[in-house]
């Protein structure tokens, strides 16, 4: 499996998060955490803060779709079965429930905050991903 390298894209997109954290956090006082926003909006505990929370989910699901209309399909490749790709989802929100945040929320605001115990989650993440990209690929040979 070959890793796409693509600066720009990558480049543009971390800018977008960047600008959106700022945004939320200037507008609404609230830290981007992907995790946090999608659980609010799943069991919401102040009927205020729905309306914010279904407009992120939303941009997240219909920007892609939007891109493909305009002829800038958005590639996803899903190299594993759906039992996989449902236990993964599992594993990950467990993670992010029992690390108290997500990848978007410690490692982007958290880290921004200068918070250690983001700084902590986040080494942890990056630690668990490049062991499991290392197992996937040469371990198990995917």
């Not at 958005?74 to 992010?96: N, T």
Request: net charge positive; charged share 5%.
């Amino acid at each position: 499996m070959e890793t796409a390298f693509t600066p720009l894209a990558s480049l543009m997109g971390g800018l977008l998060i960047g600008t959106a954290a700022v945004l939320l956090m200037a507008t609404l006082g609230r830290v981007l955490g992907a995790t946090g926003i999608l659980g609010g909006l799943l069991w919401p505990q102040d009927a205020a803060d729905w309306g914010w929370r279904a407009a992120m989910v939303a941009g997240m699901v219909l920007a892609p779709i939007l891109l493909a209309g305009l002829g800038r399909p958005v590639a996803v490749e899903v190299p594993v079965g759906s039992a996989m790709l449902i236990g993964g989802g599992l594993l990950v929100g467990v993670g992010a429930a029992l690390g108290s945040g997500c990848t978007s929320g410690h490692g982007v605001c958290g880290l921004a905050r200068l918070s250690p115990r983001s700084l902590a989650a986040t080494v942890t993440f990056m630690a668990t991903c490049a062991a499991t990209v290392f197992v996937a690929r040469h371990v198990v040979g995917g």
